[in-house]
C-alpha cells in the first residue's frame, strides 16, 4: 500500500527561516509548546516523510492574497518540469491554492488543473476570510465543478486570534451550501471546538488527523479516527509543525482495525486524489 500524508507544508531554502520564525511568534501567545520539526524546507520534509514510512506528501501551499495565484502555476510547472528535482516531481503530490477573493478565480482554476494540480487548499485564518463567507462558498463551488476535493483547515489557528473563521458550524453551512463538495476537514475542526462531535463526528465529510498534542484535542481526534466513517479518514502530519514519524506512530497506537489504519494511512487518499 502507498502510504500517504496529505498534508504538509514546505517553504523555500529563503523564505522558510522567516515564516517559520514568524509563525512561531504567533502560536507561542496561545501554545507555548508549538515547536516546528524540521527547517521547513522541501528537501527536509522529503528526508521526514521518507523516515516515516510515506511514500507520497502533499505541499500544501496557501494563498494569502488574490494574485498569489501566479505562485501557484510556477510550482506546479517546476515540480512537472523536473525542476524541484526527480525525488520531489516523482512523490509530492500537487496541491495549489486560490484566494476567494480573486475575481478570476475561474480562469486561474482552469488553468492549474491544467498543470496537474490534484487538490486545492483553504486555510481561512491565513486567507482572513470565513469559511462560509459568500466569496469562499464561490470558490468552493467552483472547485467542486472542476472535480477537485478541498482540504481545508478547520477549528481555530494557534496563530490567530479570537476569531472564529472555520469552526464546525461554518463547516455545516459549507455542506448544505455546497452539495457534493469533497471537502477535507483538517484538524477535525476540533481546537477550541469540542461541539465537532456533535456537528460533524459520523458525517460523509473527510477529515484529516493533524494535531497539536500541546493543544488537549488528542481525545477528540482519537474518537474520529475509531468511529468515523473509515472511508472518510486520511493522515496529514501537518509537517513542518509535527513529526509524520510520531504522529504516525500515535495514531497507531490508539488500537485501530488493519481496515482503519490501512484506509487512513493512504488508500483513502490515493481515491480521492486518483493515484496511480
Known sequence: MTRIDLHAHAFSAHTAPKVIAT???????????????GDGTLPDLLRAEAAAGFDRVAVCNIAT????HAYMARFLTA????AMGEEAARRVIPCV??????????????????????????HPYSQNI???????IRLLALIRDAGLPVLCHTGHDVTAGEDDFAGPRRVVNVLDRVPGLRLICAHCAAWRHPETLDLLLGRPVGVDLAFQPATGVEPIIQRFALEHPL???????????????????????????QDRQDALFG????????LP
Open 267 to 274: 488508500a483513502n487518499a490515493a481515491r480521492l486524489l486518483a
Open 79 to 82: 515540480l512537472r518540469s523536473g
Open 130 to 136: 470565513p469559511l462560509d463567507d459568500p466569496a469562499t
Open 23 to 37: 509563525l512561531l511568534t504567533l502560536a507561542h501567545r496561545a501554545c507555548p509548546g508549538f515547536a516546528p520539526h
Open 97 to 122: 491554492s486560490l484566494h476567494p477573493h480573486d475575481p478570476d478565480a475561474a480562469a486561474h482554476l482552469k488553468t492549474l488543473v491544467a498543470l496537474g494540480a490534484r487538490m486545492v487548499k483553504l
Open 231 to 257: 472511508e472518510h479518514l486520511y493522515f496529514g502530519s501537518d509537517w513542518p509543525w509535527a513529526s509524520p514519524a510520531e504522529h504516525a506512530a500515535r495514531i497507531a497506537s490508539w488500537g485501530l482495525p
Open 65 to 68: 492574497r488574490p494574485e498569489h
